[in-house]
Nanobody
Framework: QVQLAESGGGLVQSGGSLRLSCAAS????????MGWYRQVPGKEREFVAT????????YASSVKGRFTISRDNAKTNAVYLQMDSLKPEDTAVYYC???????????WGRGTQVTVSS
């Protein structure tokens, strides 16, 4: 069974940095796209960033220039999110997402809390 597991969340002051990690387990098949989404209570989950198998990236306008997504295909589908210049409005639960190659099945992690204090 394929599972995604996030790590690296926590509490940081405004202007600080955090690095989120996500590792896939349970399959040797690769993901054609991996990314990060976030959600705050009472709101829908929103897109943050994605990276495709050719390393092309996309970012939400709210994080562009501050967040950097990367992946390590040698480590069985690991994806990272470097978050710099964090703002209180970045506070949310961050979820890892992957679309599996061949089957196009979507997978989600359980989420990791990021809290930015002002």
């Amino acid at each position: 069974q394929v599972q995604l597991a996030e790590s690296g969340g926590g509490l940081v002051q405004s202007g600080g940095s955090l690095r989120l990690s996500c590792a896939a387990s349970g399959s040797t098949l690769r993901f054609k796209s991996m990314g990060w989404y976030r959600q705050v209570p009472g709101k829908e989950r929103e897109f943050v960033a994605t990276i495709d198998s050719d390393d092309s990236t996309n970012y939400a306008s709210s994080v562009k220039g501050r967040f950097t997504i990367s992946r390590d295909n040698a480590k069985t589908n690991a994806v990272y999110l470097q978050m710099d210049s964090l703002k209180p409005e970045d506070t949310a639960v961050y979820y890892c997402h992957g679309i599996r190659i061949l089957t196009s099945t979507n997978y989600w992690g359980r989420g990791t809390q990021v809290t930015v204090s002002s």
